[in-house]
């Protein structure tokens, strides 16, 4: 945090005193951290992605209020906790994780990888929950076949017919498939 700190202050101090470049690449930086940051919390792509863009509107009309004395992300993440809360509110939602922790939102965890854990287990839900066990055991907890089939109470072959027609049924699924 410590890193991401520094490196987005600079550029939004830099931005304040009129440098396009860097408001440009610090709203491209910061999209990554809001994305992650909201889909943990709400689940939904789309939601997520109309509250980045509510976060970063509220952060363009506010930015003159910004002192450069302060921490950045501090700031930055009062307005995202705020336009989750609105939303939440919005959708008679209570939050389910606590909203007071900045350093949830420029965590050392990369964005990207969250959003890839997110789709992962968003398309395993598409399979039988037999089938869901198996690909989580094999592919992503890194068993074996033979720990999975301990585990499993199967078969190794059980378990490799049971991961391959899973993860076929998935690449069909997303359009990879015959």
Do not use: C
């Amino acid at each position: 945090m410590v890193e991401a700190e520094a490196e987005l202050k600079a550029l939004m101090v830099r931005s304040l005193k009129g440098d396009g470049a860097a408001y440009g690449e610090l709203l491209r930086k910061l999209q990554g951290f809001l994305r992650a940051y909201y889909r943990r919390r709400i689940g939904r792509a789309a939601e997520a992605e109309d509250l980045l863009q509510e976060t970063l509107i509220a952060m363009h009309t506010r930015r003159q209020t910004y002192d450069p004395e302060r921490p950045f992300t501090a700031w930055l993440h009062a307005i995202a906790r705020y336009k989750l809360i609105d939303h939440f509110r919005r959708h008679n939602r209570r939050a389910e994780d606590p909203l007071d922790d900045a350093g949830q939102l420029f965590g050392a965890q990369d964005a990207s990888a969250v959003e890839a854990q997110l789709d992962v287990e968003r398309m395993l839900r598409w399979l039988p929950e037999k089938t869901r066990a198996l690909i989580r055991s094999v592919k992503i907890d890194g068993l074996s076949t033979a720990e999975a089939a301990a585990r499993h109470g199967l078969s190794e072959s059980a378990v490799k017919v049971g991961v391959h027609r899973g993860l076929k049924a998935l690449g069909q699924k997303v359009g990879d498939g015959p």
